[in-house]
């Protein structure tokens, strides 16, 4: 019903900056929420950051907080992520995601469509 596809991560040295981006295709109407989590090895998955589609209100993760911003583009159904002074912390899978339904958007069991992840790395 919806796909979505991440690019734009890479291999970063600490304090540089990444903008992944995630296209949103299919029954694009359906979606309520977008949010991007991240994975590192070993550890469970995380949230990052998250909007409320209609509304454009954001929440980030207090980790992020500051460094990571949210836009989007309607006419293309793409959202961003603005990754500015990257950490070594923040190296990890990073997925797009999105909802149906309004909820915890913090939580993974809100979102019903994923992406395939996107590496982010950045190195001491």
């Known amino acids: 019903q919806v796909q979505l596809v991440e690019s734009g991560g890479g291999l970063v040295q600490a304090g540089d900056s990444l903008r992944p981006s995630c296209a949103a295709s299919?029954?694009?109407?359906?979606?309520?929420?977008m949010g991007w989590f991240r994975q590192a090895p070993g550890e469970q998955r995380e949230f990052v950051a998250a909007v409320t589609w209609n509304f454009g209100r954001t929440l980030y993760a207090d980790s992020v907080k500051g460094r990571f911003t949210l836009s989007r583009d309607n006419a293309k159904n793409t959202l961003y992520l603005q990754m500015n002074n990257l950490k070594p912390e923040d190296t990890a899978v990073y997925y797009c995601?999105?909802?149906?339904?309004?909820?915890?958007?913090?939580?993974?069991?809100?979102?019903?469509?994923w992406g395939q992840g996107t590496q982010v790395t950045v190195s001491s």
């Open positions: 299919g029954r694009t109407f359906l979606i309520s929420n």
């Open positions: 995601a999105a909802s149906r339904s309004n909820g915890m958007v913090m939580s993974t069991t809100l979102y019903d469509y």
